[in-house]
């Protein structure tokens, strides 16, 4: 047991032992070696694939980006188009209803004017019948007031006619010349 306690002191525990660090080295180089062989290209790969992946990702965005920046300006040209031709429908609406506004107003005009004209034609007729009526009625009060007078009856028809005629001829100069005198 001392021996080995002395062998223990002897040995320097910091300088490693020349086997140990050969068979170190020689593993550190079969791992290096397996290492840039297998792993790296391994790792290059999947470095190369995630920039691609990356760079394909930022062009997608690039390109999403701008065909929504063309697709935001083609909205407001069309939306421009829109507005400029809703102002174009309203504007020509409001000409149209007040055209139809005019030509109703022309129509509603042209029937008042023709219900008045025809109110006056009624009133026309009217009065010529009431006149007529008037004349018959005062011919056969005048015809029977002459027959008192005159003391004959005036029952015959081309008599009276006559007689109811002249009457009234005078009753009508007598009127024109009354009319023009005032």
Known sequence: ????????????????NISELILGIVAFLILLFLLKKYVVPRFEKAYEERA?????GIEKAEKAQAEAEKALSEYKAQLADARSEAAKIRDDARLEAEQIKAELREQAEAESQRIV?????????????????????????????AGRIVGESLEDEA?????????????????ATNGAGK
Request: charged residues 25%.
């Open 159 to 175: 008599r009276r006619r006559g007689t109811v005629d002249r009457f009234l001829a005078e009753l009508d100069t007598a009127g």
């Open 117 to 145: 004209a025809q109110g006056h034609a009624q009133l026309q007729a009217q009065k010529a019948q009431i006149v007529a009526e008037l004349r018959a009625e005062m011919g056969r009060n005048a015809v029977e007031l």
């Open 1 to 16: 047991m001392l021996k080995t306690q002395v062998v223990l002191a002897s040995e320097n525990p910091i300088v490693p």
């Open 52 to 56: 691609q992946k990356i760079e394909g």
